[in-house]
């Protein structure tokens, strides 16, 4: 059985990442933030290591803001030449185009725990931010896993957001579903300031 964790490392781009999200991601900047904090604390509880966990979360939306919601171009060759101009590796191509499994799945699969956490937590960390802003006070300082749970359950809110994606914690990670939010909902209070909750 390969090993799940067995990974190429790029922490070393992590200054680069953030170089790279103040170029060319100001709208999606929150999001990319609070799944680079995100997928460092799943990093630590799953033994990978933390600071690739981070600059993959980071910049797997890096091209969101360019794409003019033609989202058929998402992952494709303006994030290549992105990543190109810091020298990422292709294993990083790798990981972020697996996310958008859709499209992507069959030449990147969700093969390793680095993927099938950044599959997860994607949908997660942006219902996360939709339920931050629509607290009395907007901030997630605010937020339980309660509330989370509350809102995953009220099919108009946020409508685009897939929960059967963040439910497949509990298959590809292993993980219960409460624990996963509680995690994500940490390590989002963590970057609190970053991301402006
Ligand atoms: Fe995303």
Request: charged share 25%; proline share 3%.
């Amino acid at each position: 059985m390969t090993n799940l964790l067995e990974h190429v490392q790029y922490g070393h781009l992590l200054p680069a990442a953030h170089g790279l999200i103040a170029e060319h991601a100001k709208q999606t900047k929150a999001h990319l933030l609070a799944t680079g904090s995100a997928m460092e604390a799943l990093a630590k509880k799953f033994g990978g290591d933390a600071q690739t966990w981070r600059v993959a979360g980071m910049l797997h939306d890096l091209d969101w803001d360019m794409l003019e919601k033609d989202y058929e171009k998402h992952c494709g060759e303006p994030l290549e030449k992105l990543l190109a101009t810091i020298q990422a590796p292709q294993e990083l191509l790798g990981d972020i185009r697996a996310h958008y499994a859709s499209k992507y799945g069959a030449a990147y699969p969700l093969d390793s725990m680095l993927r099938k956490c950044l599959y997860c937590v994607d949908e997660l960390t942006g219902f996360i931010i939709a339920v931050t802003l629509v607290r009395p006070s907007k901030k997630i300082a605010d937020v339980e896993v309660s509330s989370v749970k509350k809102k995953m359950k009220d099919k108009g809110f946020a409508a685009q957001v897939d929960r059967e994606q963040i439910k497949q914690c509990e298959t590809l990670l292993n993980i219960p579903l409460d624990e996963f939010i509680d995690v994500t909902i940490q390590a989002m209070k963590a970057v609190a300031n970053d991301l402006n909750l």
